[in-house]
């Protein structure tokens, strides 16, 4: 048996390599260069009309009061984000907290009740079954040393009620870079070790465990006893780079966590 292909062989199939390039080429000769689209100007032939056209209607300036906060007493850090749940702005200047009415700029009010900076914040529902009235929301802070739960609700008249609940844990030295809930109530927070934390909470503390604790969902028992008992073995649990990014999927109980050199974590929270 003979499987060595003959000159006439090896010719037909150049030949028919060579039409599908040609083929190829000729679809594309149909659709103008990208750089001439660039340079020109000129409105290409290219379907776009898949893509939303995004129109700029308004600009809303940072409340006045917030920027001369930010000129005269930021020492150390600030960060921001939105509640769109409430339909507020957030920022933080060192260990104040600022919000207000992102539509109009209006409802400006100040948080000072953190003695700490402040790394981190997040609203997020409550657990049932932990106070003899659920708050509407709960407002998370994470300061360097711990993680505080505070009762959030807003008033007929837009005011804003931010109460301690005496619930916090300590962050056991690890800085709390993100924070999410779930519709069920759980807490989860992004370590800059790199780790996924939950912050657990419940209406009493038992014998073994403490009404409010951090837990590492990425470490064994291994992890654990590193923590609990040789401070220094800590070191071998941490990495450089950090988790910048959590997202939970309320749908499927998923939650997806993007660290700072780009790789996506997928945990189950289904069940606690």
């Known amino acids: 048996m003979n499987n060595i292909p003959t000159s006439d062989d090896l010719f037909a199939s150049l030949e028919a390599g060579g039409l599908l390039i040609d083929e190829e080429l000729g679809v594309d000769e149909n659709y103008p260069d990208l750089a001439d689209i660039i340079s020109s100007g000129v409105p290409s032939p290219y379907n776009i009309d898949h893509f939303p056209v995004l129109i700029q209607q308004n600009v809303i300036s940072l409340p006045q009061a917030l920027v001369d906060e930010l000129a005269i007493n930021l020492k150390s850090k600030s960060f921001m984000g939105l509640f769109p749940e409430i339909g507020r702005a957030w920022m933080t200047i060192d260990d104040q907290l600022f919000l207000w009415n992102y539509e109009d700029g209006s409802d400006f009010q100040i948080f000072n009740g953190v003695s700490q900076i402040i790394l981190s914040v997040a609203l997020v529902k409550p657990k049932s079954?932990?106070?003899?009235?659920d708050p509407e929301w709960?407002?998370?802070i994470a300061t360097p040393v711990d993680i505080g739960i505070y009762a959030f609700s807003i008033s007929q008249n837009r005011s804003l009620s931010?109460?301690?609940?005496?619930?916090a844990a300590s962050s056991e030295g690890v800085q709390m870079l993100r924070i999410v809930g779930t519709t069920s109530g759980r807490i989860f927070m992004a370590g800059r070790d790199g780790n996924l934390y939950e912050l657990d909470y419940r209406a009493n503390a038992t014998l073994f465990v403490p009404r409010c604790r951090i837990i590492n969902q990425d470490a064994g028992w291994t992890g654990y006893l590193a923590k609990s008992f040789f401070p220094p073995l800590l070191?071998?649990?941490?990495?450089?780079?950090?988790?910048?990014?959590?997202?939970?999927?309320?749908?499927?109980?998923?939650?997806?966590?993007?660290?700072?050199?780009s790789i996506i974590s997928v945990y189950d929270i289904e069940n606690p």
Not at 162 to 167: L, N, P, R
């Open 129 to 133: 079954r932990v106070w003899l009235e």
């Open 138 to 140: 709960l407002l998370v």
């Open 162 to 167: 931010i109460i301690f609940t005496d619930i």
């Open 235 to 261: 070191k071998l649990y941490q990495t450089e780079h950090p988790i910048v990014e959590l997202l939970v999927d309320s749908e499927r109980d998923i939650l997806y966590s993007a660290s700072k050199n």
